[in-house]
């Protein structure tokens, strides 16, 4: 028996542990318990009788642009459709509250191209760059990661899903 579900704030050390795995292989961005509760609220996760294998954040930048963060599934659960279901769960919060457009930095292209997100550049998202890539030592070096955006309303160019 699985949920898709907020998280607890019992579960911030859990969920941290869970990010923690997925920073050492270099997939996804380190983030502080601090950071974790301050933010408790953007989350999802997938939890069942063996507590928390997944998680997705959605973080908010400004009226009509949102980003996906920190989405991670337990690697033995892959394949498994939970990411999708993750995903498909901060894109309906995103829908509920309006937003337009919700963007995602990857390097995971191929599993949000199946779920509708178009690859974009950062030049699309100055917001982002001047919030968080300006200063991250990668940007414009080493930046591996890929800018995709999904439109979730029709009247911009795009997929909408
Ligand atoms: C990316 C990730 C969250 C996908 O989760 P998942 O539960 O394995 O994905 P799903 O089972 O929901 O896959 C949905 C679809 O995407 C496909 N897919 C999943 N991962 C894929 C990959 N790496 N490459 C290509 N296709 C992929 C699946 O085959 C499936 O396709 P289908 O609908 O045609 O059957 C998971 O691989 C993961 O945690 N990766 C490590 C962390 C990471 O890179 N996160 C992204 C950072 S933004």
């Known amino acids: 028996m699985y ?9 911030v050390v859990e969920l941290k542990a869970l990010i923690d795995k997925a920073v050492g292989k270099d997939l996804v961005l380190p983030r502080t318990l601090e950071e974790l509760y301050e933010n408790v609220r953007d ?3 997938y939890a069942d009788e063996n507590g928390l294998a997944g ?10 642009l949102a980003e996906v963060r920190t989405l991670i599934v337990r690697d ?14 901060v894109l309906n ?3 509920e509250l309006g937003i337009p457009k919700v963007y995602v930095l990857t ?8 779920q509708g997100f178009k690859k974009t550049s950062l030049e699309q998202l100055p917001y982002k760059i001047r919030k968080d890539c300006a200063r991250c030592p ?9 800018p995709m955006i999904l ?6 160019k795009g997929t909408s899903l």
Request: glycine share 4%; proline share 3%.
């Open 55 to 64: 998680c997705v954040s959605l973080h908010i930048d400004m009226e009509d």
């Open 3 to 11: 949920q898709i579900r907020k998280p607890k704030l019992s579960e």
């Open 151 to 156: 439109y979730l309303s029709d009247n911009k």
């Open 138 to 146: 990668k940007y414009g070096v080493t930046c591996d990661e890929i």
């Open 93 to 95: 919060e995103a829908r």
């Open 43 to 45: 989350f999802y996760v």
């Open 76 to 89: 033995d659960l892959q394949r498994k459709g939970i990411g999708k279901m993750l995903l498909h769960a």
């Open 107 to 114: 390097r995971c292209p191929e599993f949000f191209e199946k």
